[in-house]
């Protein structure tokens, strides 16, 4: 837990979001300014800036993110439609928050490439 960090304190519930997700290790909750109709943000508790400082004691943890992110799919209903996992790292990554978290988009025909 870092004080300063927003999504450290959004996992830590000190500010309110819509939450879909929690366990010991992982929260997911939904975007505040959604990119499509469904898009939801999966973090670690554990605060990592970016899959920069990933190393390998969290292999674990980046695997258990992965698959939060496709359970939540399911259990939301649109695994079987199609969603998309993005993680941004760093500037010419478009990474804005730097607590690590995987966005699952879906809802709607998503563009490639990205812009
Ligand atoms: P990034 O640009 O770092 O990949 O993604 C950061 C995401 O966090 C953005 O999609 C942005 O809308 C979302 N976000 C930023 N601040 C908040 C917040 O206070 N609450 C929620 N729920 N989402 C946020
Ligand atoms: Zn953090």
């Known amino acids: 837990m870092t004080s300063q960090c927003l999504f450290c304190r959004i996992a830590a519930g000190d500010i309110p979001s819509n939450k ?31 899959l920069n400082d990933a190393g390998p004691e969290d292999q674990a943890l980046m695997g258990k993110l992965l698959l939060s992110a496709r359970s939540i799919a399911q259990e939301l209903g649109f695994a079987d439609d199609g969603f998309r996992t993005v993680i941004n790292t760093g500037e010419h990554g478009g990474q804005t928050v730097f607590h690590i978290h995987v966005h699952v988009l879906s809802g709607r025909h998503l563009s490639w490439p990205p812009g």
């Not at 109709?37 to 508790?45: A, D, E, G, K, S």
């Open 20 to 50: 879909v997700y929690s366990d010991d290790d992982v929260y997911a909750f939904r975007d505040i300014n959604p990119a499509a109709p469904q898009h939801i943000l999966v973090i670690p508790r554990k605060h990592l800036s970016s």
